[in-house]
């Protein structure tokens, strides 16, 4: 066999877990935006040396851009050699791939091929991949959905968390985007990934189901903070069989309390999102539950919120966006502690 290998995106993805390593030669700025599952960022040109190189291709010319361009790739191949692979075995067999002409994998392809590793480079580079992603997610996923539902506060995001300890397929998009799926749900310790991203991460999981097992997954608004469901998996799970989770409104309140403290500590933090709320509510109600919250009245103010915001808008929406609701199998949870989820859970999986 001759290295590097040069596979199609479809040779790849039929063997993407194998590969000792995955390696993206790209920028950390192109890395960050998306990547393949698992990938390392090992860019043969960071961010402030590709617009280098860049900006003399156009100014100068290409002969000296390239020169530039090439000892820069040749001393950064050299840096991940020694500090990353110097202790890999022969029989190490990474995949490199670049964005899509395959200079900057290329590049890295070759040296690690003269090396003696049995490296492959994906033709067609991050863009074929982004192809094959865009085309999976347009068609509706083989699967049978569970659709966890349930008002805000029920503990729907809890169970399937309990349901994944337990060995149920999960598919956790609130999880997968960063956010929990309200206009309340921004984490602050972590940013949502971008768009591809998310859609990368949805396709990863998707593809690891096994079609004869059932998928439980959280009925989601087609967005989930910023983030886009894909259309074909918003309609299948809309078409698909419910559960109807329910706990009593007190209990909610010590849930949201639990899972929001970020909240308790900063007030200020949790007005600013609750003027989102001003052209549904009011400023006056708005005012109202802001002054609740610097207040400290947290646990009125979240049972407000439930009564007034939260439990109509999901009313109003859950017979209409998931056709199967009216014959969910009904889940009570007597109290939020990890021995009722723990039975849920147990009821739901044997099932």
Same mark, same amino acid.
């Given at each position: 066999?001759?290295?590097?290998?040069?596979?199609?995106?479809?040779?790849?993805?039929?063997?993407?877990?194998?590969?000792?390593?995955?390696?993206?030669?790209?920028?950390?700025?192109?890395?960050?935006?998306?990547?393949?599952?698992?990938?390392?960022?090992?860019?043969?040109?960071?961010?402030?040396?590709?617009?280098?190189?860049?900006?003399?291709?156009?100014?100068?010319?290409?002969?000296?851009?390239?020169?530039?361009?090439?000892?820069?790739?040749?001393?950064?191949?050299?840096?991940?050699?020694?500090?990353?692979?110097?202790?890999?075995?022969?029989?190490?067999?990474?995949?490199?791939?670049?964005?899509?002409?395959?200079?900057?994998?290329?590049?890295?392809?070759?040296?690690?091929?003269?090396?003696?590793?049995?490296?492959?480079?994906?033709?067609?580079?991050?863009?074929?991949?982004?192809?094959?992603?865009?085309?999976?997610?347009?068609?509706?996923?083989?699967?049978?959905?569970?659709?966890?539902?349930?008002?805000?506060?029920?503990?729907?995001?809890?169970? @399937? =968390?309990? !349901? +994944? &300890? #337990?060995?149920?397929? *999960? %598919?956790? @998009? =609130?999880? !997968? +985007? &960063? #956010?929990?799926?309200? *206009? %309340?749900?921004?984490?602050?310790?972590?940013?949502?990934?971008?768009?591809?991203?998310?859609?990368?991460?949805?396709?990863?999981?998707?593809?690891?189901?096994?079609?004869?097992?059932?998928?439980?997954?959280?009925?989601?608004?087609?967005?989930?903070?910023?983030?886009?469901?894909?259309?074909?998996?918003?309609?299948?799970?809309?078409?698909?069989?419910?559960?109807?989770?329910?706990?009593?409104?007190?209990?909610?309140?010590?849930?949201?309390?639990?899972?929001?403290?970020?909240?308790?500590?900063?007030?200020?933090?949790?007005?600013?999102?609750?003027?989102?709320?001003?052209?549904?509510?009011?400023?006056?109600?708005?005012?109202?539950?802001?002054?609740?919250?610097?207040?400290?009245?947290?646990?009125?103010?979240?049972?407000?919120?439930?009564?007034?915001?939260?439990?109509?808008?999901?009313?109003?929406?859950?017979?209409?966006?998931?056709?199967?609701?009216?014959?969910?199998?009904?889940?009570?949870?007597?109290?939020?502690?990890?021995?009722?989820?723990?039975?849920?859970?147990?009821?739901?999986?044997?099932?």
């Amino acid at each position: 066999m001759k290295y590097p290998e040069i596979l199609s995106i479809d040779q790849v993805l039929s063997q993407l877990d194998t590969f000792d390593a995955i390696i993206d030669a790209r920028s950390p700025g192109e890395f960050a935006l998306d990547h393949l599952p698992g990938a390392i960022n090992a860019p043969v040109l960071d961010d402030e040396q590709r617009i280098r190189v860049g900006t003399m291709y156009k100014q100068i010319g290409a002969f000296e851009a390239k020169k530039v361009g090439a000892a820069l790739v040749a001393k950064n191949i050299a840096k991940y050699i020694e500090e990353l692979w110097l202790e890999q075995p022969r029989e190490w067999r990474p995949l490199v791939y670049c964005w899509r002409g395959g200079n900057r994998s290329g590049s890295m392809a070759h040296i690690l091929a003269k090396i003696g590793w049995p490296v492959v480079q994906l033709e067609g580079g991050y863009k074929a991949f982004r192809q094959e992603v865009n085309a999976a997610l347009e068609q509706a996923p083989a699967l049978q959905f569970k659709v966890v539902c349930g008002t805000t506060g029920s503990g729907k995001s809890r169970l @399937l =968390e309990v !349901l +994944a &300890a #337990h060995g149920a397929q *999960v %598919l956790d @998009l =609130e999880q !997968l +985007a &960063a #956010h929990r799926g309200s *206009v %309340l749900g921004h984490l602050p310790s972590q940013p949502q990934p971008s768009q591809k991203a998310f859609e990368t991460l949805i396709w990863d999981a998707l593809r690891r189901f096994d079609p004869a097992r059932p998928v439980f997954v959280e009925a989601e608004s087609k967005k989930v903070g910023n983030l886009r469901v894909p259309a074909a998996l918003m309609d299948t799970m809309r078409a698909s069989d419910c559960i109807a989770l329910t706990l009593s409104r007190p209990d909610r309140v010590r849930l949201l309390m639990e899972d929001y403290q970020h909240f308790l500590v900063s007030p200020d933090t949790l007005n600013a999102q609750l003027e989102h709320l001003v052209q549904l509510h009011g400023r006056e109600k708005i005012t109202h539950w802001q002054a609740m919250s610097q207040a400290g009245r947290m646990p009125e103010l979240v049972d407000e919120l439930l009564a007034q915001h939260y439990d109509p808008a999901y009313l109003r929406s859950i017979d209409r966006n998931f056709s199967k609701y009216a014959q969910a199998l009904p889940l009570q949870l007597d109290d939020i502690s990890d021995a009722a989820f723990a039975a849920a859970a147990r009821t739901l999986h044997t099932a």
